[in-house]
């Protein structure tokens, strides 16, 4: 019997042309695992796709859940953001899918594992780390990098080998989806320059189609997590969803930007992440609320430190641990409920309050009940800015001599 492999598959062009390149060039039987993190696909079809394909046996696991919680529960709580602006939804996908991966390679006593990637990308950092730091002994086999394919090479193959590919040469975009937001490559959005088409979207309203009326929600919070949407209590993979369906509606969570890869290209990289554009924004706020200026402004810099780690494939970095052990800390406190006004693509904190607020009104009024004695500020500015006059000074000093 040939020896096996276990492939990461999603159903899409470059698992698909795994498949038959394992078979082809590695003479290897493909068992293939996909892995439910919240996309929305019809995983009969997938695991029948996989089947005809010629893989052995194909295992459908229900991850969303995990995810949600595991992954990007700590996220939210990190303010994760890449570059200003990317909310890391693939990225955070892989570790865990990583994991299922080497978890079925085990079972099935298999020394080789498989994912589509290509050697242009982030995505093969964060499965050859990930599987290499939970399972050093297995065999990693990448077709699509190893070959060097380019896009077009890939769905010419997929042609020739009667391979079936919700992608052509007119529509080549590569798509990548979670519950936590969906990216769109390739194609005309490899010219930065050029506006994306109105049909790579699918999650988001556009805009200027979005409801003439705004809409308002609250989101509750305990301990740093989402609990609640005005006031309905929901399981974490539940919540995060239901905030994409009533957020992209009204147009929220459209990302365009110029991003660093890890390998060192500069790429445009398309995204729609309703959901996680207004809890990321929610929760920041709520933590300027209830931590000190200190905290805050400290914080910031961990959280780029979390967040780089996840977006360059360092999930099991024991750094990643040590930073969370500090931000889990900090969330103690970050209990409460943030109202957000949506309308036409925009989303704005409107309002929030909580138990821990460091807000206190007699001091922060400018009525005349205030509890802030004015008479305490000069004093308080000449001991502020005393370094500053005094490097002044000396700087005039010099420049008459």
């Known amino acids: 019997m040939k020896d096996l492999v276990v492939l990461a598959y999603s159903g899409g062009l470059d698992t698909s042309v795994s498949i038959k390149w394992l078979q082809k ?7 293939t695992v996909t892995v439910e993190v919240g996309q929305k696909a019809d995983f009969k079809a997938i695991g029948e796709k996989a089947e005809k394909l010629g893989a052995v046996k194909h295992y459908s696991l229900d991850g969303k859940d995990e995810f ?18 990317y909310p890391l939804n693939s990225a955070l996908s892989r570790p865990l899918i ?15 594992v498989a994912h589509g990637c290509t050697g242009k990308g982030n995505d093969q950092v964060r499965f050859d780390v990930t599987i290499k730091s939970l399972a050093p002994d297995l065999n990693i086999i990448a077709p699509v990098r190893e070959w060097n394919l380019s896009r077009d090479e890939e769905i010419k193959f997929a042609e020739d080998n009667g391979i079936p590919v919700p992608v052509t040469h007119n529509s080549p975009y590569s798509i990548d989806e979670n519950l936590w937001g969906r990216s769109i490559e390739c194609g005309v959005l490899d010219i ?23 809409k308002y929600i609250t989101i509750t919070f305990e301990k740093g997590s989402p609990k609640a ?9 539940e919540l995060i969803m239901t905030l994409n369906q009533i957020v992209g509606t ?19 990289e398309v995204y729609e992440c309703p959901a996680a554009t207004v809890l990321l924004d929610a929760h920041f706020d709520l933590e300027k609320m209830v931590l000190t200026r200190h905290e805050v402004q400290f914080k910031q810099i961990i959280d780029a430190k979390w967040a780089f780690l996840v977006y360059s494939g360092l999930w099991m970095d024991p750094l990643k641990n040590d930073l969370e052990a500090f931000i889990n800390k900090t969330q103690t406190c970050v209990s409460g409920d ?11 904190v409107v309002g929030r309050s909580s138990p821990m607020s460091l807000y ?7 009525n005349v009940d205030t509890t802030f004695d004015q008479a305490w500020s000069p004093g308080f500015i000449e001991i502020w800015g005393l370094a500053t006059k005094t490097a002044n000074i000396v700087k005039r000093k010099a420049k008459k001599k």
């Open 25 to 31: 060039e590695y003479s290897l039987n493909v068992i």
């Open 68 to 85: 949600a919680e595991k992954y990007v529960f700590p996220a939210i709580k990190a303010n994760a953001l890449y570059g200003g602006k």
């Open 98 to 112: 990583a994991s299922k991966l080497v978890e079925i390679a085990k079972k099935e006593g298999v020394s080789n």
């Open 192 to 214: 930065p320059d050029q506006e994306p088409p109105k049909d790579v979207f699918k999650w988001i309203t556009l805009p200027e189609k979005a409801p003439d009326e705004p």
């Open 229 to 237: 949407i005005d006031d309905e209590n929901l399981k974490p993979a």
């Open 250 to 268: 009204h147009g929220v969570g459209l990302i365009d930007h110029m991003e660093d890869r890890l390998v060192g290209i500069k790429s445009r």
């Open 338 to 348: 943030v109202k957000l006004k949506l309308y036409k693509g925009n989303s704005q």
């Open 360 to 366: 206190n009104h007699d001091l922060a009024t400018y």
